[in-house]
């Protein structure tokens, strides 16, 4: 394998599987993933408003006496298709800016209701968008009832509403300030405090119909602050567009693409990526209106991105390289969820909005790596007597490096090879 394929499966995408056929032109495969019809495979699955039912029921049956278990069964449902489908997708590219997007999008399972609607969420406001404009995603996720709930929009009533003088609630600032300061213009563009209680009022009335038979978002009049509002100097009417025209505003702004262009060669290519590789990003985001797969296709064309190992895998990317790797049928593979959790990074559990570090400084602590060493030994005992310098030549290649090879040519047993292979630096990077 030469060394450009490699850090393609690497870098790009989520480490090779098994033993897969490996394409003719790295930079082609990895551009055809971003076609429309690239992301195909993945099955459907319980909609949002599925979720809420599930909800619904849940509560009921505890109403009752009971337990209720509808929740519990989507979301393992939901987790092993979405970990199946990491494992097993032909398109890891694509998968990879699914995940990206939906950690800067994140919502968290330790903060409201969502185990039935976080994949939901991830497969109706993420993946549709990942090769649009950021915008569209931008618009999805302000809607999606996952994203409502997590930061407590459906929650934001106008003090000034008739629903507001009635009951007496007031504004709910967390999203309209995490709006602001993660999704889109960051803490540099200036904002105020006063921007971020006119964004929120902007957003109220935007919330969640929970009766009937198909609960989802809805836009509530007598919950919305009557009058326009400005945000960091531009006026937006009052209603549900005034909000809509707010986030598409802030969606196109330049200072939003700037902060996506860090991101995506903070993610792509180094922990402090070379500025003009971010400038170009920005251009390009610029210049296309936020489209994400014109991003992406412009990440390809850097050279800078196909420099090999220079990013630290997080515990979710690692245990996905070498699920990949051992590529064991279905019921031979661990419970992913649990995997991430012991190796410090939960899936869909991020501490706050701001969602899971990119960089080595939040997961090269010693005792996070020494997790990864001695989930790599049952990895290992789980494998079949696997061929330890043949795994490593099929996913590492030219990345492995020699001490690394050494020291599993020398192991003890095929076991102790391969969980030294997996613990090693050459594995813990991308």
Known sequence: MEERMAVALARFGLGRRGTESLPADPGSWLAAQLDDTADLALPAGPTSTDGLLAERADHEARRMGGQGGAV????????????????????????????????????????????????????????????RRFVDMLLAVARHPAMLIYLDNAASIGPHSPAGLRTHRGLNE???????????????????????????????????????????????????????????????????????????????HPATYRRLAFKLAQHFIADMPPQAAVQRLAAVLFGTGGDLRAAARALLTMEAAWQPQRKLRTPFDYAIAVLRALDLPADKRPDLPGVTATLGQPWLNAPLPDGWADTAAAWGDGELLLRRADWSLGMAARAGGRDP??????????????????????????????????????????
């Open 72 to 131: 519990r069964a989507i979301f393992r449902a939901e987790a092993e298709a979405a970990a199946a489908h990491l494992i097993e997708t032909p398109a890891p590219f694509r998968e990879r800016l699914v995940w990206f997007w939906a950690n800067h999008f994140t919502v968290s399972l330790r903060r409201g209701p969502l185990r039935a609607l976080a994949f939901a969420y991830v497969r109706e406001a993420i993946r549709p968008n990942v090769c």
């Open 174 to 252: 967390n999203y309209a300030r995490e709006c602001l300061e993660l999704h889109t213009v960051g803490r540099d563009a200036g904002y105020t405090q006063a921007d971020v209680t006119q964004f929120a009022a902007l957003l109220t009335g935007w919330g969640l119909e929970r009766a009937g038979p198909s609960p989802g978002f809805t836009f509530f009049p007598r919950r919305h602050e009557p009058g326009p509002r400005t945000v960091m100097g531009r006026s937006f009417p009052d209603g549900e567009q005034g909000g809509v025209a707010a986030l598409r505003w802030l969606g196109t």
């Open 389 to 430: 310098a043949e795994v490593a030549e099929a996913t590492l290649g030219p990345l492995l490096d020699a001490p690394t090879a050494q020291t599993v040519r020398r192991a003890g047993s095929r076991r102790e090879g391969l969980a030294l292979l997996f613990a090693s630096p050459s594995y813990f990077r991308r």
